[in-house]
C-alpha cells in the first residue's frame, strides 16, 4: 500500500458541480460544490438540460478552487477520480469527460468511480483543517452494514472489505429521497423535498394518522411507492375530498397545522421502514459498523432512529458530506488507488446512467 496519495475527485451526477481533494482516504483537503438548484427549483425538480449546461460553466472553475483550497498544484496529484454512473447521462458526460482529458493532459491514472458506493466512503473521512465540517474520529470497520439512502437508490450492503461486497435488499420500486420529494409536492413545498419535508416536520405530530408500512417479500427489500399513495389519500381525505382531487390542488387547502403533521408522520414511518430492515440485518450478520450515505442520511430523524434502536455506537459523517460531493468520489478514488485497484482507459471509459450496487 503507498503511504500517500493525494486524489483529485470531480462528480456531477446529478446537479451538483462537485471537486475535492482527498489524502490517504481520510484527510478531506478542499471540498467544493456548485449547484444549480436555484434554476431548478422554478421547475419544481432538476432539468437534465439545464443541469448538463451548468455543469459546462461550472466544471473547471470547480476544479481550480479545489485545486487552490487544498493548496495543491498538479504535481502533488497522484490520481484523479470521476463519477462514471449512476445519474444522468448528460450530466455524467461533463465530468467524465473533464476528468478524461485532465488524466491524459496531466499524465494521471483516472479512476471510475461508481457514485452509489462513493456515497457511503464520506463516512472514512476524519480528518481535516476546513472550517465548518464535524468529522467522526474513526473510520467504519469491516464487516460494514452500509445503508444507501439517496434520491436514485434505497439499499442495503454487506461490506467485508473494500470493493468486496454483496447487495443485500434494495427498494422494489421508489427510493427514499423520491419519496421526500413527491411528499414535498403533495404538500407544496419547495425543491428539494427532503430538506423542506425536515422543516416542516419539526413543527407537526409524527403520530397524527396511520401510515402503511410495506410488507416485502424479499428480507431487505424496501417500497416507499405505497407509503407515497397513503400520503397523498390523507391529504385528500383531510380537505373533505376524494381521490379523484387532483395533487396540484392539495397545498392551498391543507392548513399549516395539517401540512406540518403529514411531513412528520411520513418521516416517522419513513424512517421506520429503513429502520427495521437495518435492524434484521444487523441481527444477523453482526457487522462492527453501521454506515449510512445518500442525501436523506442528513435526516435528524433517520440519525436519531438509529442511534436509539442500534445495539452498536453510531457515528455519522458531517451533513454537507451526504448530499452529491466530490469528496466521496475522491475518498473512494484513494482506496482504489491505495489498494491497487485497475485504472480505467482515459480514453475510452464511458458513463454508465444506471449503474447501481
Ligand atoms: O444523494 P443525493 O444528493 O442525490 C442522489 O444521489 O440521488 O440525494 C438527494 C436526495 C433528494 O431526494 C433529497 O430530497 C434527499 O436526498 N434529502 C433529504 C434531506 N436532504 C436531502 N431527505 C431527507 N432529509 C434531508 N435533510
Ligand atoms: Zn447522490
Not at 39 to 49: A, F
Not at 282 to 292: A, G, L, N, R
Request: glycine content about 8%; aromatic content about 6%; some cysteine.
Amino acid at each position: 500500500m503507498l503511504i500517500h496519495m493525494v486524489v483529485l475527485g470531480i462528480e456531477t451526477s446529478c446537479d451538483d458541480t462537485a471537486a475535492a481533494v482527498v489524502k490517504d482516504g481520510k484527510r478531506l483537503l478542499a471540498n467544493v460544490v456548485a449547484s444549480s438548484m436555484d434554476i431548478h427549483k422554478l421547475y419544481g425538480g432538476v432539468v437534465p438540460e439545464i443541469a448538463a449546461r451548468s455543469h459546462i460553466e461550472s466544471i473547471m472553475p470547480v476544479i481550480k478552487q479545489a485545486m487552490a483550497d487544498a493548496r495543491c498544484t498538479w504535481g502533488d496529484i497522484d490520481a484523479i477520480a470521476v463519477t462514471y454512473g449512476a445519474g444522468l447521462n448528460g450530466s455524467l458526460l461533463i465530468g467524465l469527460l473533464a476528468a478524461r482529458t485532465l488524466a491524459i493532459l496531466k499524465k494521471k491514472p483516472l479512476y471510475a468511480i461508481n457514485h452509489v458506493e462513493a456515497h457511503l466512503y464520506a463516512n472514512f473521512l476524519t480528518e481535516t483543517k476546513l472550517e465548518g465540517y464535524t468529522l467522526p474520529a474513526d473510520p467504519p470497520q469491516f464487516p460494514m452494514l452500509g445503508v444507501i439512502v439517496s434520491g436514485g437508490h434505497s439499499q442495503l450492503v454487506l461490506f467485508r472489505g473494500h470493493f468486496d461486497y454483496t447487495l443485500l435488499g434494495q427498494t422494489q420500486d421508489d427510493a427514499i429521497g423520491e419519496a421526500f420529494d413527491k411528499v414535498a409536492k403533495i404538500l407544496g413545498l419547495p425543491y428539494p423535498g427532503g430538506l423542506s419535508v425536515e422543516k416542516k416536520a419539526a413543527e407537526g405530530n409524527a403520530h397524527a394518522f396511520r401510515l402503511p408500512k410495506a410488507r416485502m417479500q424479499g428480507k431487505y427489500d424496501f417500497s416507499f411507492s405505497g407509503l407515497k399513495t397513503a400520503v397523498l389519500r390523507t391529504a385528500q381525505e383531510l380537505v373533505g375530498a376524494d381521490y379523484s382531487l387532483p395533487s396540484i390542488e392539495l397545498p392551498s387547502r391543507l392548513n399549516d397545522r395539517q401540512k406540518a403533521d403529514i411531513a412528520a408522520t411520513f418521516t416517522r414511518v419513513a424512517v421506520e421502514t429503513i429502520v427495521d430492515k437495518v435492524l434484521l440485518a444487523y441481527e444477523e450478520f453482526t457487522p462492527k459498523s453501521v454506515i449510512i450515505g445518500g442525501g436523506v442520511a442528513a435526516s435528524p430523524p433517520l440519525r436519531q432512529e438509529l442511534a436509539n434502536r442500534l445495539p452498536l455506537p453510531i457515528t455519522y459523517t458531517d451533513r454537507k458530506l451526504c448530499t452529491d460531493n466530490g469528496a466521496m468520489i475522491a475518498t473512494l478514488g484513494c482506496f482504489k488507488a491505495m489498494l491497487g485497484a485497475e485504472p480505467a482507459d482515459p480514453y475510452s471509459v464511458g458513463t454508465a446512467p444506471n449503474l447501481s450496487m
